[in-house]
T-cell receptor, first 111, second 113 residues
Framework: GNSVTQMEGPVTLSEEAFLTINCTYT??????LFWYVQYPGEGLQLLLK?????DKGSNKGFEATYRKETTSFHLEKGSVQVSDSAVYFC??????????FGKGMKLTVNP | DGGITQSPKYLFRKEGQNVTLSCEQN?????MYWYRQDPGQGLRLIYY???????QKGDIAEGYSVSREKKESFPLTVTSAQKNPTAFYLC????????????FGDGTRLSIL
């Protein structure tokens, strides 16, 4: 079946560091790709999405580009803040399929 | 404000007892979903419904049941057949379509007494 593989962490960074979270997906069909964020004790929130190759999703300083040639959707932020501490999930959804999540990566940002 | 409301936030179950988790949405979404989240395992789909009066099993449906009598509501019952029910349960909803993101509630944490 279709799957998503992402860095699992946990990862600890200092404030203002550069962040990359790798995500690769199975290439069956033409899936839409998503990044979700989960803050402690809460549900998931959509962070950004991309629906076709070469699309770039962006929100709150985070960016991810839909790369069909490498089947990747890596999440990046140039300067993380303490408030970015959360768990990040990559996900794919294609055709009539259900949303498939990666296992999530816990990020802690220290001041 | 539109959104998804899950209740209660915390729930305790005794051995052999059924419990029902509530999920209500006012986003006019057609599809609704239930996920279970365990530490280190990400999210696993329990049940989903794309239309009123119809629902399908997800990856881990055993020991759970659902109903979808109204578009706005998708309650989940954790039955006594579910031997390891302690987890964080998340409800979500969305419009149908491959590019439609799911919107999540704040979850219910279920524990066994």
């Amino acid at each position: 079946g279709n799957s998503v593989t992402q860095m699992e962490g946990p990862v600890t960074l200092s404030e203002e560091a550069f962040l990359t979270i790798n995500c690769t997906y199975t290439a069956t069909g033409y899936p839409s790709l998503f990044w979700y964020v989960q803050y402690p004790g809460e549900g998931l929130q959509l962070l950004l999405k991309a629906t076709k190759a070469d699309d770039k999703g962006s929100n709150k300083g985070f960016e991810a580009t839909y790369r069909k040639e490498t089947t990747s959707f890596h999440l990046e932020k140039g300067s993380v803040q303490v408030s970015d501490s959360a768990v990040y999930f990559c996900a794919r959804q294609g055709g009539s399929e259900k949303l498939v999540f990666g296992k999530g990566m816990k990020l802690t940002v220290n001041p | 404000d539109g959104g998804i409301t899950q209740s209660p936030k915390y729930l305790f179950r005794k051995e052999g007892q059924n419990v029902t988790l509530s999920c209500e949405q006012n986003l006019n979404h057609d599809a609704m979903y239930w996920y279970r989240q365990d530490p280190g395992q990400g999210l696993r789909l329990i049940y989903y419904s794309q239309i009123v009066n119809d629902f399908q099993k997800g990856d881990i449906a055993e020991g759970y049941s659902v109903s979808r009598e109204k578009k706005e509501s998708f309650p989940l019952t954790v039955t006594s057949a579910q031997k390891n029910p302690t987890a964080f349960y998340l409800c979500a909803s969305s419009f149908t379509g491959v590019d439609q993101p799911q919107h999540f509630g704040d979850g219910t944490r279920l524990s066994i007494l």
